[in-house]
């Protein structure tokens, strides 16, 4: 139940990025993305195509059958790893503008401010969000080394615990910006997601799946903040209301 919740929850930001008080927030993140992850995409399929190209004048005639097979596993690796590798990147930058998008979507869902600070004030906290984007990485980092080693040296197994390792990432890593705009520490913010491990699942799900789509992976951050605070005022807000 959860878990379906946690997906629906992010499929609700496709709804709240057309927002007509939103749109000009959505514009920055996502012109980050576009160029970031449309650059390296065709970067990436230069060198996939090339280094198969290499492989295959090693392959005698009668192997070259392989090259059929090859590709389609060369494409789901490449889908399956570097959606993952170049959010953490995009996410990096785009922090201040993501987590101002997240403000501005709970004030659109609740009517009331999360900071009063203006534009000069955001800009000065600019260091402190890249500081917690910062933790993340250095969170995920040591982890995301040792999944990636089981991944190549566990059939099956070494695939699932990434795709659960991949979810729970991008769970904290979009859920984060409505804690953090409120001030809440890192270790908080991923025991409140631990304590809510279906609804976490659910939506870090939902973020891979959509990540791995071309061309709609290009609207996936806005859409994933959008969600993830959602999903914060109506699961987390009331239990740090006093605070």
């Known amino acids: 139940m959860q878990l379906s919740q946690g997906f629906q929850y992010f499929l609700s930001g496709f709804n709240l990025i057309s927002n007509k008080g939103l749109k000009r927030f959505v514009f920055i993140p996502l012109l980050i993305n576009l160029l970031i992850f449309g650059g390296s995409l065709f970067f990436i399929v230069d060198w996939l195509t090339q280094g198969i190209a290499y492989f295959n004048d090693f392959l005698p005639s009668w192997l070259s059958w392989l090259e059929w097979l090859i590709w389609p596993i060369a494409i789901l690796v490449i889908l399956f790893t570097y959606s993952t590798v170049f959010s953490v990147i995009t996410n990096f930058i785009a922090a201040p503008f993501n ?27 600019v260091p402190r969000m890249l500081g917690r984007e910062l933790s993340k990485l250095l969170y995920y980092l040591p982890k995301a080394i040792g999944f990636f080693i089981l991944l190549w040296i566990l059939p099956v197994a070494g695939q699932i615990l990434w ?4 979810c729970w990432m991008f769970a904290v890593q979009y ?57 914060w005022v109506e699961q987390f807000r009331h239990d740090y209301r006093n605070e």
């Open 163 to 166: 795709i659960g390792f991949t």
């Open 175 to 231: 859920n984060d910006y409505p804690f953090d705009n409120h001030k809440i520490k890192f270790t908080e913010t991923r025991h409140k997601l631990k304590q809510n491990q279906g609804l976490s699942y659910g939506f870090g799900l939902a973020v891979m799946l959509f990540t791995m789509i071309p061309i709609i992976n290009l609207i996936v951050m806005p859409v994933a903040v959008c969600g993830a605070t959602r999903l």
């Open 99 to 125: 987590g101002l998008l997240s403000e501005k979507v709970e004030l659109h869902l609740t009517g009331q401010r999360v900071n009063d600070d203006g534009f000069a004030d955001l800009l000065k906290d």
